[in-house]
């Protein structure tokens, strides 16, 4: 059984970076899409980006556009996100997410309840 370790969060100034890893065990990351979604305290999860299992098609949610990428690495099953400028609105727990689709339809990957295996989140948490 895959499971999935998110790591790489911690607090940062605004205008900061940092890099999310999601590690995953047990079978091979290649066969899955995988998506990041956060939620902030008292707010829904919300999605963030996903790739596709052949890692070419990528989503972005509107408002991380610009500033955060996706990227996947399957020889290491790992998937990163790598966020710059990174706001006090990005202030959220992070979820690494698989799911068994192909990747190549955009309202299944934006779906949370599209993705079957979660791991258990790596706060972020941006602040002066």
């Known amino acids: 059984q895959v499971q999935l370790v998110e790591s790489g969060g911690g607090l940062v100034r605004p205008g900061g970076s940092l890099r999310l890893s999601c590690a995953a065990s047990g079978r091979t990351s290649s066969e899955y899409a995988m998506g990041w979604f956060r939620q902030a305290p008292g707010k829904e999860r919300e999605f963030v980006a996903a790739?596709?299992?052949?890692?070419?098609?990528?989503y972005y949610a509107d408002s991380v556009k610009g500033r955060f990428t996706i990227s996947r690495d399957n020889a290491k099953n790992t998937v990163l996100l790598q966020m710059h400028s990174l706001k006090p609105d990005d202030t959220a727990a992070y979820y690494c997410?698989?799911?068994?689709?192909?990747?190549?339809?955009?309202?299944?990957?934006?779906?949370?309840?599209?993705?079957?295996?979660w791991g258990q989140g790596t706060q972020v948490t941006v602040s002066s």
């Open positions: 790739i596709s299992r052949s890692g070419v098609i990528l």
């Open positions: 997410a698989a799911s068994s689709d192909s990747g190549t339809d955009y309202y299944r990957m934006v779906s949370p309840d599209k993705y079957y295996l």
